[in-house]
T-cell receptor, first 109, second 116 residues
């Protein structure tokens, strides 16, 4: 079967750095997405990785290793507004999106 | 603003009621999706429409009935629901819905449905 694993919950301190991991076992790979979802709101697109390596977008970076079936989302200079759930999703060989259950990130002052 | 709107934002209904959820996208996309989101579970894809044709139906019970009158509007008609159907129902749209790895889905804020 196909599976996406993410930690259920993480806590970090304002101003710090946090890394949210995502491991996947899917039938084929056609890219990996990260979304942010604040409570009661729409998931919003953060990043898309299809090649190995690090993609940086301001305070957020996303890393992919296809050989290890592994990605992480790195958030720097954490702000209180970063408190949200972060969803990892992988597009498989049939171009279906396989979703993880999300990681709830709690930022403390 | 993601350009995808959903109404109503909250809905409480009895098991014998009939109601409809509405989604509208203002992004000029050709594909639209319905997802169910339950607490601590992955998003469950329910239906996919591409160019107004249903291209996917993931074994969803017949008490959920989608309708896509045009590429900008999507409805989910609900009847005789069960309490376990209580969840957040999300609508999304994407440019093509076709075989493209980078085809990104943009979501609406969802309808929080409670079935009593």
């Amino acid at each position: 079967g196909q599976n996406i694993d993410q930690p259920t919950e993480m806590t970090a301190t304002e101003g710090a750095i946090v890394q949210i991991n995502c491991t996947y076992q899917t039938s084929g790979f056609n890219g990996l997405f990260w979304y942010q979802q604040h409570a009661g709101e729409a998931p919003t697109f953060l990043s898309y990785n299809v090649l190995d390596g690090l993609e940086e977008k301001g305070r957020f970076s996303s890393f992919l290793s296809r050989s290890k079936g592994y990605s992480y989302l790195l958030l720097k200079e954490l702000q209180m507004k970063d408190s949200a759930s972060y969803l990892c999703a992988v597009r498989d060989s049939n171009y279906q999106l396989i979703w993880g259950a999300g990681t709830k990130l709690i930022i403390k002052p | 603003e993601t350009g995808v709107t959903q109404t109503p934002r909250h809905l409480v209904m009895g098991m014998t009621n009939k109601k409809s959820l509405k989604c509208e996208q203002h992004l000029g996309h050709n594909a639209m999706y319905w997802y169910k989101q339950s607490a601590k579970k992955p998003l469950e894809l329910m239906f996919v429409y591409s160019l107004e044709e249903r291209v996917e139906n993931n074994s969803v019970p017949s008490r959920f009935s989608p309708e896509c009158p045009n590429s900008s509007h999507l409805f989910l008609h609900l009847h005789t629901l069960q309490p376990e159907d209580s969840a957040l129902y999300l609508c999304a749209s994407s440019q093509t819905g076709a075989l493209s790895g980078a085809d990104t889905q943009y979501f609406g804020p969802g309808t929080r449905l409670t079935v009593l």
